[in-house]
């Protein structure tokens, strides 16, 4: 099957797709929207590009919509497979060209479609064309169901999962030692510093919590928009030498940074299934969540971890001394391990990724109507 997998441009997410896909034996091809510098793909993978230059004068994105046709005339796919469902496949959708797999990457039908009505106009668009929709989490399958009308038996859930053998609770603890915080209770943050990850309310909790409990420390990765602030807000504190601000991680840190911590934090105001708190899970690792419907697949308040309400820092610090004083939090992270292992295996659940082309091309070949299914 030749696969023309059209996206953004290359993030982690697209990698590990990509990575995947590669050790099928289906012939790939990379297609990327907003293409930022050159990138090294995995063997196999093989990029076309839209031309450089658009014509001047014309909307881009009818021009995008013309250059895709072009595109799909000369690499003739079986599958065209596009995501977010705003971006690329909506684009891909004004083509025509069916089988079209859509891919839902959350944040483009749980906000991006809340908040902005020709963001919900262009999702709608795109569902309406779309053969089959994957999607990462049941909220997002409510949502397309019940806000977009589209059908349930065309949806295909897939949590992007983790590696479970990369991510385990077997790895040291070497990033605690490194900072001397072996006697201290520690905290782990691993969202992007930007308003929708809610990093601000992860970070006044703790410093609410911190006062309280002088014991306590948290490791801060990521990068964003918000970093100032946020690191303004540790020096006005006065807990800047309890909070570390160590960017972002490469993969094979990763499970290092999972270990050295005892609980997890997101205060997410929006996540699809969040790969850093199914990272968590896998090391082991409880968690202190929002309440937001993504979260809620993942931990049940006293089961995973701890669940505040949205944006409530007040309830996010309480859990911070709670969890604090937990007698078995060991025990506690064994049932992450254990959720993890059943709903977060990335090997098994790339599977249903290729089950949704097969199953596209099924329907695209068979007598039933797009709009019979609307």
């Given at each position: 099957m030749r696969i023309l997998y059209f996206t953004r441009d290359y993030s982690p997410h697209d990698e590990r797709f990509l990575s995947a896909l590669a050790q099928t034996a289906h012939e790939i091809f990379l297609l990327r929207l907003e293409p930022r510098q050159p990138v090294t793909l995995p063997a196999g993978i093989t990029e076309v590009k839209f031309p450089e230059k658009m014509n001047?004068?014309?909307?881009?994105?009818?021009?995008?919509?013309?250059?895709?046709?072009?595109?799909?005339?000369?690499?003739?796919?079986?599958?065209?497979?596009?995501?977010?469902?705003?971006?690329?496949?909506?684009?891909?959708?004004?083509?025509?060209?069916?089988?079209?797999?859509?891919?839902?990457?959350?944040?483009?039908?749980?906000?991006?479609?809340?908040?902005?009505?020709?963001?919900?106009?262009?999702?709608?668009?795109?569902?309406?064309?779309?053969?089959?929709?994957?999607?990462?989490?049941?909220?997002?399958?409510?949502?397309?169901?019940?806000?977009?009308?589209?059908?349930?038996?065309?949806?295909?859930?897939?949590?992007?999962?983790?590696?479970?053998?990369?991510?385990?609770p077997n790895g040291k603890a070497r990033l605690r030692e490194k900072?001397?915080?072996?006697?201290?209770?520690?905290?782990?943050?691993?969202?992007?510093?930007?308003?929708?990850?809610?990093?601000?309310?992860?970070?006044?909790?703790?410093?609410?919590?911190?006062?309280?409990?002088?014991?306590?420390?948290?490791?801060?990765?990521?990068?964003?928009?918000?970093?100032?602030?946020?690191?303004?807000?540790?020096?006005?504190?006065?807990?800047?030498?309890?909070?570390?601000?160590?960017?972002y991680l490469e993969r094979e840190d990763l499970p290092d940074a999972y270990n050295s911590a005892?609980?997890?934090?997101?205060?997410?105001?929006?996540?699809?299934?969040?790969?850093?708190?199914?990272?968590?899970?896998?090391?082991?690792?409880?968690a202190i969540v929002s309440d937001i419907p993504g979260n809620l697949e993942w931990v049940s308040n006293g089961e995973q971890g701890w669940v505040f309400p949205d944006g409530d820092v007040e309830?996010?610090?309480?859990?911070?001394?709670?969890?604090?004083?937990?007698?078995d939090l060991a025990e506690m992270g064994a049932r992450t391990r254990s959720l993890a292992q059943e709903k977060a295996d990335w090997k098994k659940n790339f599977k249903v990724l290729l089950e949704a082309y097969e199953q596209a091309v099924i329907l695209n070949n068979s007598t039933l109507k797009k709009q019979d299914c609307f």
């Open positions: 001047a004068g014309n909307n881009p994105e009818d021009n995008r919509v013309a250059e895709l046709r072009t595109i799909l005339e000369k690499v003739k796919p079986d599958v065209l497979h596009a995501g977010p469902l705003h971006g690329p496949a909506y684009i891909a959708a004004q083509t025509g060209f069916s089988p079209l797999v859509s891919m839902s990457w959350g944040a483009d039908i749980l906000h991006d479609g809340v908040v902005s009505p020709l963001d919900r106009e262009k999702i709608q668009t795109t569902l309406y064309n779309s053969t089959v929709l994957v999607d990462d989490c049941q909220a997002v399958t409510t949502k397309a169901v019940h806000g977009y009308g589209y059908p349930r038996t065309r949806i295909y859930c897939l949590p992007w999962g983790v590696d479970l053998e990369h991510f385990s900072h001397g915080w072996q006697d201290n209770f520690v905290f782990l943050s691993m969202r992007s510093f930007e308003p929708i990850y809610g990093v601000n309310v992860t970070l006044r909790a703790f410093i609410n919590a911190v006062q309280q409990n002088p014991h306590l420390r948290m490791f801060l990765f990521g990068k964003g928009s918000q970093e100032y602030m946020l690191r303004e807000m540790t020096e006005q504190a006065g807990v800047k030498d309890k909070v570390h601000f160590g960017g005892d609980v997890f934090l997101s205060a997410s105001h929006c996540d699809g299934s969040s790969v850093s708190l199914m990272e968590a899970l896998a090391c082991g690792t409880p309830t996010m610090t309480g859990l911070m001394n709670t969890a604090s004083r937990e007698p």
